[in-house]
């Protein structure tokens, strides 16, 4: 079982940065394709960013490229995602998720692909 827990939201002006934080628990960790995924007010979660159980492999979301870099630090079970250039269209609630922890190539961008996830850090930007 793995245990994901996310800290770092706030609320920021439009503009600003944040960096979010997961932790992971279980020993799988390093062999877990990690992801971002985010809830706006009113709207079905959608994908932000991934990052291969290697390190290697990163794919992002359209709305957040050049803005947001995802990042791993597998000697903490820690997967970091800086936002830069917040905008009010970035406010949601943001989630850390775990694929099944077996060292997979395959990168998902759906939430079908994640078996595990954290309870979510609230993000809020204003103009």
């Known amino acids: 079982q793995v245990r994901l827990v996310e800290s770092g939201g706030g609320s920021v002006q439009a503009g600003g940065s944040l960096r979010l934080s997961c932790v992971a628990s279980g020993s799988t960790f390093s062999k877990s394709n990690m992801a971002w995924f985010r809830q706006p007010p009113g709207k079905e979660r959608e994908f932000v960013a991934v990052i291969g159980w290697s390190g290697y492999n990163r794919i992002y979301a359209d709305p957040v490229k050049g803005r947001f870099v995802i990042s791993r630090d597998d000697t903490k079970n820690m997967v970091y995602l800086q936002m830069g250039s917040l905008s009010v269209e970035d406010t949601a609630v943001y989630y850390c998720?775990?694929?099944?922890?077996?060292?997979?190539?395959?990168?998902?961008?759906?939430?079908?692909?994640?078996?595990?996830w954290g309870q979510g850090t609230q993000v809020n930007v204003s103009s």
């Open positions: 998720a775990a694929d099944a922890g077996i060292g997979s190539g395959i990168i998902v961008t759906t939430t079908f692909g994640y078996e595990y």
